[in-house]
């Protein structure tokens, strides 16, 4: 139909795997960056610096680009099979472009976030601030735990506790590993709860997919040339008909 063809080469959120590449590389930009000019080599200029990061970026993007117009994806975020299908795809896609992981990207994101914050209350409420920022849903209720071990070690050495004090870290971590041990969690079933978010993000990433595709389907068919046509079912479409490439002009992507 012309316009579920139309659909899958406009639809933005259909390059949503592309535009997670891209956001994949630039969180690479600094460590790429220190390794662009190491201190054995002689100092290089802005302009080379930035070439330099964005060749690299794009290598990154057309690795990806090449599992992407391999790999079958449904648009069936209902359907446990194809949210499994899809994050696996998108494992596949992280792994050849050398990208990180979301919950690697989560864990960037706590180390950069938290890298100067001096105590250890600013500590947690930047964690909460930040899972609520991701959408990320504390299920077990550890956060009210955890500052309730906090409260309870302040109160104890009678002051603010500092992330240097190692001596009084040590109490809170003691406390952390009573919760731990209180909700059942096991240093060994981290891989498992890791793989449980990477398919919660799957299906959030589906859902929304689903909804960008069916309000564009919706704005198209208000359109003359499209009154006769009928709605396509999402599940239907096929993003490897997509065929972007990256255009070294004034243009960085477009679609053939």
Request: aromatic share 4%; charged share 35%; no cysteine.
């Amino acid at each position: 139909m012309a316009l579920a063809a139309r659909l899958v080469s406009r639809s933005r959120q259909l390059y949503s795997a592309q535009a997670a590449l891209v956001n994949g590389g630039a969180n690479q930009v600094r460590s790429y960056a220190k390794e662009a000019a190491p201190s054995e080599r002689p100092p290089v200029n802005g302009d080379d610096l930035l070439k330099g990061i964005f060749y690299e970026v794009k290598k990154k993007f057309e690795t990806a680009l090449g599992v992407l117009k391999k790999e079958k994806i449904t648009i069936d975020p209902d359907d446990p099979a194809e949210v499994s299908r899809y994050a696996q795809v998108m494992k596949t896609v992280r792994e050849k472009a050398g990208l990180l992981s979301d919950s690697q990207r989560i864990k960037y994101t706590i180390d950069t976030f938290t890298s100067g914050i001096p105590d250890a209350r600013t500590y947690l409420n930047t964690l909460q601030e930040l899972r609520v920022k991701h959408g990320l849903i504390d299920y077990l209720g550890i956060e009210p735990l955890m500052m309730e071990a906090l409260e309870k070690v302040e109160k104890d050495i009678k002051k603010p506790l500092l992330r240097s004090d190692k001596k009084n870290m040590a109490l809170l971590t003691a406390e952390f590993d009573k919760i731990q041990k209180k909700l059942g969690i096991s240093t060994k079933d981290l891989p498992k709860v890791e793989d449980k978010l990477e398919m919660e993000i799957a299906k959030s990433e589906l859902t929304e997919l689903k909804k960008e595709v069916v309000e564009a389907m919706e704005t198209q068919l208000k359109r003359e040339e499209f009154k006769d046509e009928e709605m396509p079912d999402v599940r239907k479409l096929d993003i490897r008909n997509i065929q972007p490439k990256l255009d070294l002009g004034a243009t960085p992507i477009q679609s053939v």
